[in-house]
């Protein structure tokens, strides 16, 4: 890994003011996390938990009221740290009248591209989202899930190192759904660091390296993804052609049977969906029950 993270943010807060005399409300509070390059991290949390006030400090789209972000060493807040970004809002908004390659074509000029280099990217970026047959269609035309790929092309077109993706499966249907975690796990092969923010939990847990749980604007939780979900007061043996003897007494006789084989030993998951209901319920609070008695 190289020493310089792809994403770092420390002691992030940021509060809005409403009002011209409410209240301050503290939207992110001491958020710290750190993304090495070529990892996927997805944020996950409740409505209103601060994922994407997080993403937009990252972006420089808001000041931070206190504490730092950095994308590959560089402050957020310089225009040239967001160089090498690629960002797909949670709700694109592009011009219905142009097609998927003039979309594109668009994007890569604002990115500085121009002749047969920007052909190519076009080209390229069409293969890669799967829209190549359907090039020269007005957006207007598209589904919900072909206009989210074609937000992934715009994003990707100048070839970045890290790509933020806000809900990028918002209201796409399964199969447009699997088709984005596939590009996600191509973006990863291809050694693109992926900041991920989604709703879908079964969806992070298919593609993320980390995980991170927000709530009320704090990190509850986060680390590597397969031991956030590990139980740790828990252990399960997974054993081949095990004897019914063998069952009796597992450890022991493991050592001592012939023909049997230990496959392998740890800790038994939950999902990360049961983590994440843990992490944001509301606790509840005991109460403690009067014993009372009535006199005849």
Not at 61 to 77: A, H, M
Not at 108 to 125: F, N, P, T
Request: hydrophobic share 35%; with cysteine.
């Amino acid at each position: 890994m190289s020493d310089i993270p792809a994403v770092e943010v420390s002691g992030l807060v940021k509060d809005f003011q409403p009002s011209f005399r409410g209240a301050k409300v503290r939207a992110v509070d001491d958020v710290s996390l750190r993304i090495e390059p070529g990892e996927v991290y997805g944020l996950i949390g409740p409505n209103g938990s601060g994922k994407s006030t997080t993403m937009k400090a990252l972006l420089g789209l808001v000041k931070p009221t206190s504490g730092s972000c950095s994308i590959f060493g560089k402050d957020s807040l310089k225009v040239d740290s967001r160089n090498d970004v690629g960002f797909l809002p949670e709700n694109p908004y592009f011009y219905k009248h142009l097609s998927g390659a003039e979309t594109i074509k668009f994007y890569g000029k604002l990115c500085g591209m121009r002749g047969a280099q920007l052909k190519r990217r076009v080209d390229e970026m069409l293969e890669l989202v799967g829209l190549k047959d359907a090039r020269n269609r007005r957006l207007k035309g598209y589904s919900k899930g072909m206009l989210q790929r074609i937000g992934l092309a715009q994003a990707l077109v100048q070839d970045p190192r890290l790509v933020i993706l806000d809900e990028p499966t918002a209201g796409v249907d399964p199969t447009g759904s699997r088709e984005i975690r596939d590009l996600i796990l191509e973006l990863k092969n291809r050694g693109v660091t992926v900041f991920l923010c989604s709703h879908l939990l079964e969806q992070v847990q298919e593609v993320c390296d980390q995980v991170g749980i927000i709530n009320h604007g704090k990190m509850v939780r986060q680390g590597r993804l397969q031991d956030l979900i590990s139980l740790q007061d828990r252990t399960e043996l997974v054993l081949e052609n095990p004897t019914p003897e063998l069952l009796d007494q597992i450890r022991t006789l493991t050592e001592i049977t012939h023909g049997v084989e230990l496959i392998s030993e740890g800790n038994p998951r939950t999902t990360l969906e049961d983590l994440f209901l843990r992490e944001t319920r509301p606790k509840k609070k005991l109460t403690r029950k009067r014993r009372t008695s009535s006199s005849k």
